[in-house]
């Protein structure tokens, strides 16, 4: 299966419920962060989904310049369980940095990682710009990525 990419508008209902599922499956109960996922940005931003058999295993939202921060942003990225340790969210991150990249030449990408991914996320040219602060009771870091001509 291949990558697709959907405005809010473009998603099923059905792939809406499996997003917002995965969501409040990971982050609130295996994580345990209480926070308000539904935040009014999902209709404005763009959704990189992973279908297999009809059902999303990998997801990530990518918000447009200005949205949230000043700098494209993303976030939200899960990957189903099962699918955890095979690459896939490796491959989520950089298709997601490739459509950012892609649709936003002139502006970096920020993000607010989870502090034990920090490593993960400078594997892409992320840079901390923060130190660790936690957010819904979880662990964060803020991160950047100059999204010059040589990282192109």
């Given at each position: 299966m291949a990558w697709?990419?959907?405005?809010?508008?473009?998603?099923?209902?059905?792939?809406?419920?499996?997003?917002?599922q995965h969501r409040v499956n990971i982050f609130i109960?295996?994580?345990?962060?209480?926070?308000?996922?539904?935040?009014?940005?999902?209709q404005n931003s763009l959704h990189i989904i992973y279908q297999e058999k009809g059902r999303i295993v990998a997801y990530a939202r990518l918000l447009p310049p200005g949205e949230k921060y000043e700098e494209v942003s993303f976030g939200r990225v899960v990957v189903a369980r099962e699918k955890r340790g095979t690459g896939l969210g490796k491959e989520l991150?950089?298709?997601?940095?490739?459509?950012?990249k892609g649709r936003w030449t002139t502006t970096n990408i920020f993000i607010e990682a989870q502090n034990y991914l920090?490593?993960?996320?400078?594997?892409?040219?992320?840079?901390?710009?923060?130190?660790?602060?936690?957010?819904?009771?979880?662990?964060h870091i803020d991160m950047l990525y100059l999204n010059s001509i040589e990282n192109n």
């Amino acid at each position: 299966m291949a990558w697709i990419v959907k405005n809010f508008h473009e998603l099923t209902t059905a792939e809406l419920y499996q997003i917002i599922q995965h969501r409040v499956n990971i982050f609130i109960v295996e994580q345990q962060s209480i926070y308000e996922d539904l935040d009014d940005h999902d209709q404005n931003s763009l959704h990189i989904i992973y279908q297999e058999k009809g059902r999303i295993v990998a997801y990530a939202r990518l918000l447009p310049p200005g949205e949230k921060y000043e700098e494209v942003s993303f976030g939200r990225v899960v990957v189903a369980r099962e699918k955890r340790g095979t690459g896939l969210g490796k491959e989520l991150v950089a298709f997601t940095m490739q459509q950012a990249k892609g649709r936003w030449t002139t502006t970096n990408i920020f993000i607010e990682a989870q502090n034990y991914l920090k490593r993960f996320y400078e594997e892409f040219g992320f840079v901390a710009t923060s130190e660790p602060y936690e957010l819904d009771n979880v662990p964060h870091i803020d991160m950047l990525y100059l999204n010059s001509i040589e990282n192109n």
